[in-house]
T-cell receptor, first 114, second 112 residues
Framework: EAQVTQNPRYLITVTGKKLTVTCSQN?????MSWYRQDPGLGLRQIYY???????DKGDVPEGYKVSRKEKRNFPLILESPSPNQTSLYFC?????????????FGNGTRLTVT | AQSVTQLGSHVSVSEGALVLLRCNYS??????LFWYVQYPNQGLQLLLK??????LVKGINGFEAEFKKSETSFHLTKPSAHMSDAAEYFC??????????FGAGTRLTVKP
């Protein structure tokens, strides 16, 4: 089954404790992206990747890192989480960017930073 | 830069009534437009998309949307709401140059 898999689904952590949210897709998609969803703000893009070893900042990249060492994986790293990063995070992938390809989304990771 | 505005963060309809969710876009080049639906505790799923073919687009679950260039709109409709339509709906825009941009979302409530 074609899917985007994120882990974990729920995560509670404390300020400053490094964490990684994993994302994997099995559709051989070149494009992958991370979003955060906050009430009233919709989805805002954090980082995206157009292919292996190619990543770029989205609209809200501060406090986040990503890597794309393999085509299927695109982990999101919070080196020193802060309470304002409490949010619902989604990973997504598609065949390409800036084209007709819709995004395929994971089921989300709800992060709470205390 | 492209952007999307969804009018109404919450819409409530009775079961069997017409559903109308509004979306206006801004894009300097011909856009690709999408509607996504998000059910509780799930990711977004594609409902339908407009990619410069027919202006009236039919999607899953009886939804459809009409691209109106003169009004820069892409409103989502369904003739008769069902309880299972209760969800959050997102309009999104992309184009040959830019990444996808999402609206703030509209939460649809369906009353029995």
């Amino acid at each position: 089954e074609a899917q985007v898999t994120q882990n974990p689904r729920y995560l509670i952590t404390v300020t400053g404790k490094k964490l990684t949210v994993t994302c994997s897709q099995n559709m051989n998609h070149e494009y992958m992206s991370w979003y955060r969803q906050d009430p009233g703000l919709g989805l805002r893009q954090i980082y995206y990747s157009m292919n292996v070893e190619v990543t770029d900042k989205g609209d809200v990249p501060e406090g986040y890192k990503v890597s794309r060492k393999e085509k299927r994986n695109f982990p999101l790293i919070l080196e020193s989480p802060s309470p304002n990063q409490t949010s619902l995070y989604f990973c997504a992938s598609s065949k390409g960017t800036g084209d007709k390809s819709p995004l395929h989304f994971g089921n989300g990771t709800r992060l709470t930073v205390t | 830069a492209q952007s999307v505005t969804q009018l109404g963060s919450h819409v409530s309809v009775s079961e069997g009534a017409l559903v109308l969710l509004r979306c206006n876009y801004s894009s300097s080049v011909p856009p690709y437009l999408f509607w996504y639906v998000q059910y509780p505790n799930q990711g977004l799923q594609l409902l339908l998309k407009y990619t410069s073919a027919a202006t009236l687009v039919k999607g899953i679950n009886g939804f459809e949307a009409e691209f109106k260039k003169s009004e820069t709109s892409f409103h989502l409709t369904k003739p008769s709401a069902h309880m299972s339509d209760a969800a959050e709906y997102f309009c999104a825009v992309s184009d040959p140059v830019n990444d996808m941009r999402f609206g703030a979302g509209t939460r649809l409530t369906v009353k029995p």
